[in-house]
């Protein structure tokens, strides 16, 4: 196996796991995979590594499926080396979800659902996942494996059948997504990660469950609803079916809105009528692009109005408008939720919204230039190990850049203080 003078200082790191993977054949087969991941190459699976490398296949094969090591305590040793690093106060949680297309119907938790790797309804497998946002710097916080329902029905025989091939832990059972979401926010709760707001697109943010979740953890949220998402612009009044009232057909169950309270009104209407004069220019500096990104918004506080025919009322939130030149002549236009305080300006909430943008760069180098979805084998434990040996080469290749950047504002430093900094012969 060799890795010696392939990537600086990837013995040092790789060290931090040892009391997790505590036999040394293993140690030096998940150090060998994590720089195969790193290395150049179209892909990242298993067999392709293990020649770059001079690894043993078998061996790596075994380090994914049979080898015996703590993979949660791993990750929980990463998040607290990069929080060492990237902890911040104004930083943010991004919530996602990513897609891994596959051809055969054998990979643990394989269904045909929706892929946003594919933009389309396909056979894959989803996961759901936290990014940390901190010091200018992004990084997988953690990711899961979505287990679809029909992952999880022990009167199948086929369901029983694929979940003991794929070895799935019989304590694992099917949960919505943006309940997943929930259990990876309250994991960075537990491990005491300073941030500011948790932000979300709005596949999520048009759950009412996840952000009242959300609500209920006392969370700052900025999340992205759908077009068609209705809003009452005042509070709206109820009132409670009456037990004596006489009418015919079935008695109401849920209260009513009073007749002379307006009716709700789709968020897509509410961006058509705003005036041109009205929209705030809005310029966002992103570190890692050149130029700002320029946009246009207008907030606006409203109450959100999903079940409200069962009489669900829900605490007043920020509603914030986006558009964006498509063309010389068409705008986009986006809509989000916001529970920030009612003084918090506009270009705030949608600065912090645009650090979902972490997301997309994280992703785009996760799968194109470290493998995430290359992995070729089946069973739960294979899947969840790979991502996690994805992320440390991740990790790893975060660190080194903010060593660059220590490095750069250190030199520039020197220069401003007109010092000439001295290296010692050894």
Known sequence: METENVFFGIDDYMAMFAPYIKRVEARELAQCYV??????????????????????????????????????????????????????????????????????RHSVCVARQYCGSLGKVDNCQIGVSLTYVGQGF??????????????????????????????MPEDVHYREKWQMALDLIDQARIDGAPYRA????????????????????????????YSDTQVFLESPVFVQPD?????????RKYPTLIETNPLPVKVLELGKCVEEGDWEHLEIRRDCLDKLLVIEAISRRVFPAQGYRRGTTHEEVWLIIERRKKD??????????????????????????????????????????????HHEGRSWT?????????????????????????????????????????????
């Open 243 to 251: 037990p004596q009232e006489k009418r015919r057909g079935r008695k």
């Open 35 to 104: 720089v195969g991941l790193m290395m150049d190459g179209d892909r990242k699976s298993v067999e392709p590594m293990s020649e770059k490398v001079h690894a043993s296949e078998r061996g790596m094969q075994r380090l994914l499926t049979e080898v015996k090591w703590n993979r949660d305590g791993a990750f929980g040793e990463y998040r607290r080396r990069m929080l060492a690093e990237t902890a911040d106060p104004q930083g943010v949680l991004v919530i996602d979800d990513t897609g891994f297309p596959k051809k055969g």
């Open 198 to 225: 948790v932000v979300a697109d709005s596949w999520y943010g048009n759950i009412t469950e996840f952000r009242q979740g959300l609500d209920n953890r006392e969370e700052s949220y900025v999340v992205g609803v």
């Open 382 to 426: 294979g899947w969840r190990r790979h991502v996690l040996l994805v992320i440390l080469a991740f990790g790893y290749l975060t660190l080194q850049r903010i060593q660059e950047k220590k490095h750069v504002q250190q030199t520039l430093w020197y220069q401003r203080m007109g010092i000439i900094p001295i290296k010692l012969s050894q």
């Open 138 to 167: 992004a990084w997988p916080y953690a990711m899961e494996l979505f287990v679809p329902q029909s992952w999880d029905n022990p009167d199948d025989p086929e369901c029983v059948e694929k979940r003991k091939k794929t070895y």
């Open 328 to 373: 010389e002549e068409q705008y986009e236009l986006r809509y989000f939720f916001s529970n920030m305080p009612q003084d918090m300006p506009t270009l705030e909430m949608v600065r912090l919204f645009h650090e979902r943008f972490w997301i997309e760069q994280g992703y785009q180098q996760l799968k194109k230039e470290l493998g995430l979805d």
